[in-house]
Structure formats: C-alpha cells, structure tokens
C-alpha cells in the first residue's frame, strides 16, 4: 500500500493538481512580481477612493444617496462579474485576460479622474471593477499555476498577502495625502502608471498561458447571465441597508430576487450545460468549501473593521484625512509581518493550525476595542489593538488562498480564484451592512462622541465573535484529512476528469 501523502502547511497538492513534470519550465520571478504588482492595484483602489468620498461629493455636485454609488459601483461590478472572469481565464488564457483586464481598469481609471458629472465618474467605476473581476482571479490562477508546491509556493503567497496589506495601507495613506495635496481627481489618475508597469511585466514576464480544452457547446451564456444577474444583486441588496432596512419591501425583494437567479443558476450548472461555468462538484471539494466559508468571515470583518476604525479617528478624534492614513501604516506592517511568519510556521504546521492560530490573534485584537471611549488617543487606544489584529489577519492571508486553490484540477483554478475573490467581496459587503446597521442603532439619533464610540466598539467586539466563529470553521471542516479521505478525493477528482474528456471527445 502507498504510503499516504501529507497536507504540510502551503504546499498540498494532493487532490490533482496535475503531474508537475508536464508542464513546461516556467519563469517564475516576473510572474510573482506581476501579480504582487496586479494584486497591489486592486487593494489600492478598494480603499484609495474612500477618503476623497467628500470631496468628490463636493465637486461634482453628487447628493449624500448619490455619492455611495462611486463605492456601490465598483462593487457591483467586481462582485457581480468574479465568476465571469475567472472562467474566462481557464478556456481563454490567464495571461490574455489579465492583459484585457488590466486594459481596462487603466483605461476606466484614466476616464473617472478626467470626469466631470456623477453618472460619468460612476460609470467608470463601475468600468474599474469590471476590468478588477478580470484581472483578480487570473493573477491568482497564474500564481497558483506557477508555484504548485514546496517551499516557493509558501514565499510565493507569503508575497502575495505581504502585497495585499501593503497596497490597502498604500492606498488609504495616497488617498489622504492626495485628496488633501493633489485634489480628488488623482486618486483615479494614480492607477494609470502602476497599469503601464504591470502591463510591462506581464507581457514580457508571463511566457506559459494554459487555458483548459473547450467543449463542443460553447461557453456558458445562460450560466454567465444569471449568475451575473443573482451576484448583482445580492451585493445592491446588502450595500443598500444603510438607507433600505432588512426588513423593508426593497431589501427582501432583492434579495429573493438574487437567491432565484442564483438557484437557477445551481440548476443550469447541474443539467444543461456540458462546459459549465462552474463545475458544481468543486463545491463538495471541503478544502474549497471550508476556505471559502472561513474566507467570507473574514472579510466581513476586514469591511467592516478597518472602515469602524477609520471613522473613529475622523469623526471622535477628529483626525484629517492625511493624519488617518499615516496612522493605518502600522496595520500594514504587521500584515507583512504576519504573512512573513506564516512562510515560516509553514514548514511545521498545517493550514489549519495557521487559521486557527491567526483567527484567535485577530480575535483577540479586536476585542481589545471593546473598551474605547470618546477621550481615547491613538497610541492609548487603537494602536495595540490594531497591531495585534493586523499580525493575525497576516497569519491567515496567505494559508486560506493556498488551502482554497491547492487541491484543485489546473483547468479550474481560475474559477476556483474567482470563488475566493467572491467569498471575501460578499462577506465585506455583508459584514459592513449588518453591523453597520448595528452600530448605527446602539449609536442612536444623537451622534454625539460618545454615542458614535459606542456604536463603534459595538461593531468592532462583533468582528471578534465573527471571527471565533471563522475559527471553528477551520477547527471543524478543515481539520487535517486522514488517508481514506485523501483516497476518496483522488477518486472522485479521477472519475471527474475521465467524464469530462469523454464528453469533450477527448478520450
């Protein structure tokens, strides 16, 4: 009998990855550093824009509904699109879709800072998160591809989480420095040369571009359509909470309407379609499942925390919008110092035990908030709270996207990333909604400091209950898997594929 393999931290590649000795000799140093340079646009322009929220308002003559929109947007269509483009990078090609990707973002950017009315600096928007619904899951697939085991797979998403926090810390400083210094329009026109230098490293970097064989029928069209539509509006329904309350008419019917596409969606994908948009079995795989359910916690707190934090310093403190940014710096290094020690306990411990370890930190962090009051300062009360939850959150980055891609066949990891993408943009939009909805009834009418404080901590001590339960996930559905288990995945990915080149005639 074969001796069963080991699930050792970063490098599992147990569940058929695909043999690494067909595949071509890759480069593998200007494919990291495209996609740390691809990862670091997209978390720049998730929180680059927010800080010039009221001056954009301003200028543009947006009304206080109105200016969500310039967040709503991108939203929309990042969320909406995710699934879309991760299919499209394994039938079309990673790298060619990352380059269609990245087109278009800098283009979108380049429009939205030369805009000049809401409805047009909302439709670029929208634009920069289409061409981010693109370029996401196929630098992820890319990176996945290109670093299927062993220790360069561990620095390799060390790297990319490292990237992940920096360009969100990047981007609340530039955008306070910018909108203060620069105006609001170069919060936009930022983009377009960090475009021009990825573009560079992805068209002279990235040789090997698989795409998966394509059936007889064609892409999934119908498949595309309703799970666009049933994502769209899921992501409208949650952001709109703010001014349409779960219980209302709008909300629920949103909502139902987006649970009918999405079921139909399920339906299609299991009886008509013979090159699915998403293989529903990939969803029985438990390291997808249990990742992408950790992953959705966490980004619910990762929403709805980093945006608590931010108003209390403006609206309690009374920070600027400069001061705010210089004091998210240390968030970032601790993300990059918890991703680095993640490399490290990769070698000793199993990804399990790393979202466990981290989601307890992180936990821990956050709880410390429970405790402000309106006569706090910075280094007394954010600080420590604010180290401790970035180290954790840095422990988790990096073992949640490897556990979610590592088993998966090498025609899927687009969508697999995309599946990824999608779990976090949902869980922040969902995170952001409900308590922010909880927050804003323990703040009351009276938004005086000490109302707004508390409502605050409130939504701050929920992130740490999200989180404990983000942990049992991990201690339950990603508990290490015994031999038989790993048998069983083998199996079932084997008899996967075989019916799948019988169907394609490839046989």
């Given at each position: 009998m074969a001796a069963p393999r080991t699930t050792n931290a970063l490098h599992d590649t147990s569940e058929a990855a695909g043999p690494p000795t067909s595949a071509p000799r890759v480069r593998t140093a200007p494919v990291l550093a495209t996609v740390a340079m691809v990862q670091f646009l997209v978390t720049v322009d998730l929180s680059i824009v927010n800080i010039a929220l009221p001056r954009i308002g301003d200028r543009l003559g947006f009304t206080p509904v109105g200016l969500t929109w310039v967040i709503n947007a991108y939203a929309l269509a990042f969320g909406g699109l995710l699934l879309l483009g991760g299919k499209a990078a394994d039938r079309y090609g990673r790298k060619r879709v990352l380059m269609f990707g990245l087109g278009l973002f800098g283009l979108a950017s380049l429009a939205g800072g030369l805009a000049t009315s809401p409805v047009a600096l909302v439709a670029s928007r929208a634009a920069q998160g289409a061409g981010a619904a693109a370029l996401a899951p196929a630098a992820l697939a890319l990176l996945t591809s290109t670093f299927p085991t062993g220790p360069a797979r561990?620095?390799?998403?060390?790297?990319?989480?490292?990237?992940?926090?920096?360009?969100?810390?990047?981007?609340?400083?530039?955008?306070?420095?910018?909108?203060?210094?620069?105006?609001w329009r170069w919060v936009m026109f930022v983009n377009v040369p960090l475009v021009a230098v990825a573009l560079g490293f992805a068209g002279r970097g990235i040789v090997h571009d698989h795409r998966s064989a394509r059936s007889a029928g064609g892409p999934d069209l119908l498949g595309a359509a309703l799970?666009?539509?049933g994502m769209s509006l899921l992501v409208l329904g949650v952001v709109r909470t703010d001014r349409h309350p779960w219980?209302?008419?709008?909300?629920?019917?949103?909502?139902?309407?987006?649970?009918?596409?999405?079921?139909?969606?399920?339906?299609?994908?299991?009886?008509?379609t013979r090159d699915p948009l998403l293989r529903l079995g990939l969803l029985t795989n438990r390291a997808v499942a249990g990742a992408n359910a950790f992953n959705l916690l966490l980004g619910a707190v990762m929403g709805s925390g980093f945006y608590f934090v931010v108003l209390y310093l403006q609206r309690v403190l009374d920070t600027g919008p400069a001061k705010t940014g210089t004091e998210s710096l240390p968030f970032a290094f601790g993300v990059v110092a918890g991703s680095m020690l993640a490399v490290k306990l990769s070698h000793r411990f199993a990804p399990s035990v790393l979202l466990v370890a981290g989601g307890l930190v992180t936990a821990l962090g956050y709880s410390g908030y429970a405790f402000l009051d309106a006569d706090e300062s910075f280094a007394h009360g954010i600080l420590a709270p604010l180290v401790l939850s970035s180290v954790g959150y840095g422990l988790c980055l990096a073992p949640v996207v490897s556990v979610a891609t590592a088993g998966v066949a090498a025609q899927e990891t687009g969508i697999a990333s995309a599946l990824l993408n999608s779990s976090r943009q949902i869980g922040a939009a969902l995170g952001l909604a409900a308590l922010g909805t909880a927050a804003y009834h323990r703040t009351g009418h009276v938004a005086t400091p000490a109302a707004l404080t508390r409502g605050y901590a409130l939504g701050l001590t929920l992130d740490a209950a999200l989180l404990v339960a983000a942990v049992v996930v991990a201690l339950t559905v990603l508990r290490q898997p015994t031999a038989a288990d790993i048998r069983a995945t083998d199996d079932r990915m084997n008899t996967t594929e075989d019916t799948e080149l019988e169907g394609r005639g490839l046989s």
């Open positions: 561990a620095r390799a998403f060390g790297v990319w989480s490292a990237v992940n926090a920096s360009g969100g810390a990047f981007g609340v400083v530039a955008g306070g420095l910018l909108t203060q210094y620069a105006g799970v666009t539509a219980s209302s008419t709008t909300t629920v019917a949103t909502l139902a309407a987006a649970v009918a596409l999405l079921a139909s969606f399920v339906v299609v994908e299991r009886t008509t």
